[in-house]
């Protein structure tokens, strides 16, 4: 199984954001664990790092930066080309952001979105599902 990490999932395992923190780390572990493949998008790196910076200024950048290069060392990244974000323009999302993550899906041929926000990915070719459904599909194999 291969998945995309919403940008949501990530900031909630790197600032440990509850109540989502533990669903969203045990996403992350099961990965880890060789039960999926987990991807994100390339420009999600600066989504998060503003986020996180915003959420929690008093860690250093530095910090920031070394925790969101340490996620593209065991996360697989999706880059976008001018013609995924023309792709991504024209399927009507409401945020443009998820149409971003939506076309680095569809890209990246991964099983599923995982995010907090299923309803914003109404949209998406790819099915976005929450953490826990994830985890009950891949614990189910």
Request: proline share 3%; charged share 25%; net charge negative.
């Amino acid at each position: 199984m291969k998945i995309l990490l919403d940008t949501n999932i990530i900031i909630d395992c790197l600032t440990k954001r509850m109540p989502h923190f533990e669903f969203s780390k045990d996403v992350l572990r099961e990965c880890l664990g060789g039960k999926a493949i987990a991807c994100m998008a390339t420009h999600t790196a600066n989504d998060i790092f503003y986020i996180a910076h915003k959420t929690k200024p008093d860690v250093p950048v530095s910090e920031l930066v070394e925790a969101i290069v340490a996620f593209t060392q065991i996360l697989e990244t999706i880059d976008l080309t001018a013609a995924d974000i023309k792709a991504a323009a024209s399927l009507g999302f409401a945020d443009f952001e998820d149409a971003l993550i939506s076309q680095c899906a569809f890209k990246a041929n991964v099983d599923f979105i995982i995010t907090r926000n299923c309803k914003d990915f109404a949209k998406s070719i790819v099915e976005a599902i929450e953490p826990q459904s994830f985890l009950e599909r891949v614990n189910a194999i």
